[in-house]
């Protein structure tokens, strides 16, 4: 499900078909003709190029030849350094996924230890679930997205509001008491020393003030481009219409980081972890 390079698509000049020997004798790559924007793109020339950088600092060579599909996605749930991949010596076992800071034999974390099969199959089937969501209702899941994401938020960006009404406010009652003395100062009605006093407090509260009011405008920008990132991502994932496997390319796309928790057996012998997918744009999805 590799996403190929928005708005191109290649196209071999000539293709020559031998009725001797039966197959395609295709002409080298230098005599190809690239031809921009016959197709539409999969995702934007932006996101494309992200992951692509992304894949390249990711993806290492490991001594068999081989590379790992979820390199640098899956973090340990508790050290938050990168898990470490690896593959058992015995049997036709596709590896497993442990700690990176346990694998460096450091005692400051545990195994974090999940097979790799089972990684893959709970990540294929979430992809799935919310690629099924969007081809369905694409605007429902947008509002699920927001509304999960409000939950508190909503209270918060209200006591935002409530909060830069009162610092504005209180930004302007300051200007005209400034104003005021400066007034009484040259009318000789207060004294230069209390002039002085009082002009160190209120510039000290004026820049106290300029500075709340740019944090708390920032944070409520934020919020908008919350809402944005989100409609991103339910663009996204619905252009993957039908996943049935996973690769590089797919997985930077879709998702910025996978959170592994250490697994615990409970009174039954059954083995229970928790995995967090947080998906690019959209964050964490606890819906």
């Keep these: 499900m590799s996403p190929a390079p928005p708005s191109n698509s290649i196209h071999n ?3 020559v078909k031998s009725f001797k020997l039966k197959k395609q004798t295709r002409n080298p790559v230098s005599e190809w003709v690239r031809v921009e924007g016959t197709h539409e793109a999969i995702v934007s020339r932006d996101v494309f190029d992200q992951v692509q950088k992304q894949i390249i600092s990711r993806r290492r060579q490991r001594r068999d030849g081989t590379t790992q599909i979820f390199a640098g996605l899956v973090k340990c749930a508790d050290c938050g350094w990168t898990m470490h991949f690896a593959r058992q010596n015995k049997g036709n ?3 497993y996924f442990s700690c990176g800071t346990y694998s460096k034999k450091v005692d400051e974390c545990t195994m974090h230890f999940i097979s790799y099969n089972t990684l893959y199959a709970y990540v294929l089937e979430r992809l799935q679930f919310w690629a099924s969501i969007a081809q369905k209702d694409e605007r429902q899941l947008l509002e699920r997205l927001l509304q999960n ?5 909503q209270a918060e960006r209200k006591k935002r509001e409530s909060e830069l009404r009162k610092a504005e406010k209180r930004r302007k009652t300051v ?4 104003v005021k003395m400066y007034e009484d100062w040259s009318a000789g009605r207060i004294t230069e020393s209390n002039f002085n006093l009082l002009s160190e407090r209120y510039q000290a509260e004026q820049a106290e003030l300029d500075d709340k009011i740019a944090a708390l405008k920032s944070a409520m920008e934020n919020d908008k481009q919350s809402a ?4 991103k991502w339910v663009k996204l994932i ?3 219409s039908e996943i049935t496997e996973l690769d590089a390319p797919l997985l930077n796309t879709l998702i910025e980081k996978i959170l592994v928790h250490d697994g615990m057996r409970g009174p039954d012998g059954v083995r229970e972890q ?6 690019r744009f959209a964050g ?4």
């Design 175 to 178: 200007n005209d008491l400034f």
């Design 93 to 95: 076992h596709p590896g």
């Design 228 to 231: 944005e990132d989100a409609e």
């Design 274 to 279: 928790e995995v967090e997918i947080f998906y």
């Design 238 to 240: 619905r252009q993957y």
């Design 284 to 287: 964490k999805i606890d819906i």
């Design 13 to 15: 000049k000539t293709s």
């Design 149 to 153: 994401g409000d939950k508190g938020r």
